[in-house]
């Protein structure tokens, strides 16, 4: 769904109060008291039949009778006014509204037939809904505070979101105390309409906006919460505190692992999926919000440390140490560096102790040493309160002399009073500061894991030495047969039967696995929010040793199967273990992709296991398996939360001058392909479809162009195959803007092959499926000589403007217009 109307939630231009009332209590009243005084400049109209004013100001029978267009509502009146409120809106084009009423819980039957109500006219006219039962809403931006906190937060680029109507009282308390300041505050109650992963579309095209904070206690809309975090999350960090991590509703594990796979871990593995930190309390949320949206890139963990004390340099050793990670080595040029500026007795080492006499000059001439030494990646600048220490001077003089650094500097002001002024002066610099070690350690690993997190989702996957090939329709016919027994298991020539139609060798017969050898429980469960998720562990000898456990969302790739493995600690698999030969790294890795494979082409299945996979010579083997079916509530690939790779569009085109080509959706592990493309381009070639001259594409940019989002970007590339190698020829891509609704259109052929019909062919291909899926208007620029793409497009049925930039033309094909 579009996400245009979200925004008028946000900046509308006249807003009007339904409920509102002189009573005490009234929440009607306490959102007219907070929108006339936070600065929204817009016209504000009360709702209340039974009043002739509220506030001193006239209120209205209906939203029918306001004579102004608003577009912005909030619903303050019982639950039981609320249906007809919403019909209100949806009838004189209101573009959405904030329900703050109180009343009719969901496990009410009373209250389930008015959510149902109002979803329904909501939707059918098209009016987007936040709440019922949350806070409401705050934006710096537009001076609103439509919700039924007192006050405004302090301007800053944080935005903050949550259902918990007390979590965001508190935390907009809290953030006064700190002065932190955010760009919006979002209450969202109980998600009948927007829910966390409209709002992360939303904020993430927000420019005001540098990271997303979220206080989660339930989640809906599972796949669209993954596809908006996949996509945000690489432009602007998002940090999650997920609450319920200890009495959450748990998943049967069955013959996995005997116990309960915590719903909690799956969480964890869908945050990692998307890109998203996760923090386990308010303070450290805060703290990783700090420091992520802060002076300095993240460049490695090269971290080195400088104090005036001994004490709490040590401290700050200890809390890197838990995390598994020590400070950096300092090199000997930085050593000799070191001892031209401190006295003789400082100790030569990380942490770098200055004294407690420090001076000003010589904490700045310390730091500005370690900022520009090899191997140093991050500085983390400590004071102690001394007798003979200025905190505030040293502080001022840091971010006099620091100020053009670039690497990530961490403050640590330990104390209270005598070292605030100094942290304000820090802070006010924009520098990230803390008042103990231990926070101060803990930001700099979520920095830490945060950076891994987004290298790790542009990291491109090799591919399989051989094409994973399956026998679908088999699959199909022992699915079909085994629904009509369920919710019995399938026998074990069905389960044999089942796995080998997806390259899983089962063994002829059962044997058991001997004491001594390693063993697997590789599985599949089926979860009701985020589909299935493949489970892997290790058994048997080493897994007496590491008891490893890993979770892991399909679809999976050769990177995610080998991260799924390292996870659970298999490692000791793939270097041989007592007498036993390592195991083959690939052909595991090749049957946790066909078990992702197999339960993304059959919602049918709600639980496999693979118990046990052997390791027998190195090579994987299929002792047993278990399979439960039962009848699937959607197709394929719709029951998974992370949009698959799109087979169905794969084809097979002839062209005389060329050969047989292969069409099909690009794939994360075609960034090499992409790469060689890009070099067999002209200069003019590029020049046309980036429009600034570029000698490569960088890792980025590939990881940019072939780990797509299937749901929201349709890119068809053609392949020339050979017996041993394969060759990109061209690509066409259509993305969706952050609208969700229109997308840009882009189009790329080498020239040896241009002018032969395939970039043609792939556009046609990419607007087809535009077509399906419902997209609105398709458009892109095209510059002045490129004489072929805008023949393309007038032969495509594109309408061709001049654009307001001189030498540009403006390509638009509207997707929604009758035959088009």
Not at 221 to 236: E, L, Y
Not at 280 to 298: C, M, N, P, V, W
Not at 421 to 439: K, M, Y
Not at 693 to 721: C, G, N, W
Request: with cysteine.
């Amino acid at each position: 769904m579009s996400i245009d109307r979200i925004d008028s939630l946000f900046h509308p231009k006249a807003i009007a109060v339904t409920g509102a009332s002189e009573q005490p209590g009234s929440l009607g009243k306490a959102v007219m008291h907070n929108l006339s005084t936070s600065g929204f400049n817009g016209p504000i109209f009360a709702v209340n039949a039974g009043q002739s004013s509220i506030m001193g100001q006239r209120t209205y029978a209906d939203l029918q009778h306001i004579e102004t267009p608003v577009d912005l509502v909030v619903v303050a009146g019982p639950m039981n006014t609320v249906p007809a409120v919403i019909a209100d809106c949806a009838r004189i084009g209101v573009h959405g509204a904030v329900i703050v009423s109180n009343g009719g819980r969901p496990s009410d039957p009373a209250g389930r037939q008015w959510e149902t109500e109002i979803l329904k006219t909501a939707a059918d006219g098209n009016v987007r809904i936040i709440g019922p039962h949350g806070l409401g809403i705050m934006c710096a931006a537009s001076g609103l505070n439509a919700s039924l906190a007192p006050g405004t937060p302090l301007l800053g680029k944080l935005a903050f979101v949550s259902q918990s109507r007390g979590i965001c009282a508190a935390i907009m308390d809290y953030s006064k105390k700190e002065k932190i300041g955010f760009s919006h505050f979002v209450g969202l109650g109980s998600m009948l309409d927007v829910n966390f992963g409209d709002i992360i579309d939303y904020l993430g095209a927000e420019s005001g906006v540098s990271s997303i904070l979220m206080h989660m206690e339930t989640l809906t809309g599972h796949r669209n919460f993954m596809s908006a975090a996949r996509a945000v999350s690489r432009i602007k960090p998002i940090i999650a505190l997920k609450a319920g991590r200890t009495n959450g509703r748990a998943l049967p594990a069955a013959s996995f692992t005997g116990t309960l796979a915590e719903e909690d871990a799956i969480f964890d593995a869908a945050f990692q999926r998307a890109g998203i930190v996760r923090v386990k309390t308010f303070e450290e949320l805060f703290d990783t919000a700090q420091i992520l949206s802060r002076k300095g890139r993240y460049r490695g963990p090269g971290l080195a440390i400088l104090t005036n004390s001994a004490g709490p340099g040590v401290m700050a050793v200890d809390a890197l140490a838990d995390t598994g990670m020590l400070p950096a080595v300092l090199p000997s040029e930085t050593l000799e560096d070191l001892d031209a500026v401190l006295c003789d007795r400082w100790t030569r080492g990380n942490p770098v102790n200055i004294m407690a006499d420090a001076t000003p000059e010589r904490y700045a001439e310390a730091a500005a040493v370690l900022a520009r030494a090899k191997g140093i990646q991050a500085l983390l600048i400590m004071l102690a309160p001394q007798m003979l220490t200025d905190a505030q001077a040293v502080a001022r003089t840091l971010v006099e002399r620091l100020d053009r650094t670039t690497l990530p500097l961490i403050a640590c002001w330990m104390g209270g009073t005598d070292v605030q002024a100094g942290r304000q002066i820090l802070n006010h610099a924009g520098l990230p500061t803390f008042d103990t070690p231990e926070r101060a350690m803990r930001a700099f690993m979520n920095l830490h894991r945060h950076s891994r997190g987004i290298e790790m989702l542009q990291q491109t996957p090799a591919r399989l030495s051989r094409r994973i090939i399956v026998d679908r329709a088999a699959a199909g016919r022992v699915i079909d047969t085994g629904l009509a027994a369920a919710p019995e298991p399938l026998d074990k020539t069905q389960s044999k039967a089942l796995l080998e139609a997806y390259g899983i060798s089962v063994a002829p017969t059962a044997a058991a696995a001997s004491a001594d050898e390693a063993v697997l429980a590789v599985g599949a469960r089926k979860h009701p929010g985020f589909g299935p998720v493949i489970l892997f562990g290790l058994g048997g000898v080493l897994g007496d040793r590491n008891g490893g456990r890993a979770i892991a969302l399909p679809p999976l790739n050769r990177l995610l199967a080998s991260r799924l493995m390292e996870a659970a600690g298999a490692n000791r698999l793939m270097e041989g273990y007592c007498d036993q030969p390592p195991a083959d790294r690939e052909k595991l890795e090749g049957i946790l992709i066909r078990l992702a494979q197999l339960v993304t082409d059959f919602p049918q299945i709600a639980e496999l296991d693979i118990h046990p996979l052997a390791i027998r010579g190195g090579d994987p083997v299929a002792l047993d398996a278990r399979v439960v079916l039962e009848q699937a509530l959607c197709a394929a690939p719709l029951h998974l939360c992370i949009s698959p790779y799109p087979s169905q569009y794969e084809s097979r085109l002839h062209l005389p001058e060329v050969g047989d080509l292969w069409i099909r959706p690009i794939r994360p592990e075609d960034a090499p392909l992409l790469a060689q493309l890009f070099d067999t381009l002209s200069p003019q070639s590029v020049y046309y479809r980036f429009f600034s001259p570029m000698k490569q594409l960088s890792h980025a940019m590939l990881a940019r162009f072939t780990q797509i989002d299937y749901d929201r970007e349709i890119a068809m590339v053609a392949i020339l195959e050979s017996a041993s190698s394969e060759k990109m020829l061209g690509a066409a891509r259509v993305m969706l803007q952050h609208n969700l609704k229109d997308a840009e259109f882009a189009v790329l052929v080498g020239d040896t092959w241009q002018g032969r019909g395939i970039g043609a062919h792939l556009l046609r291909n990419c607007l087809k499926i535009a077509e399906e899926r419902g997209f609105g208007k398709i458009w892109g620029t095209v510059l002045a000589e490129n004489r072929h793409m805008l023949a393309l497009g007038k032969k495509l049925g594109f309408t061709i403007k001049r654009a307001e930039q001189a030498g540009e033309f403006d390509l638009t094909l509207d997707m929604s217009r009758p035959g088009t």
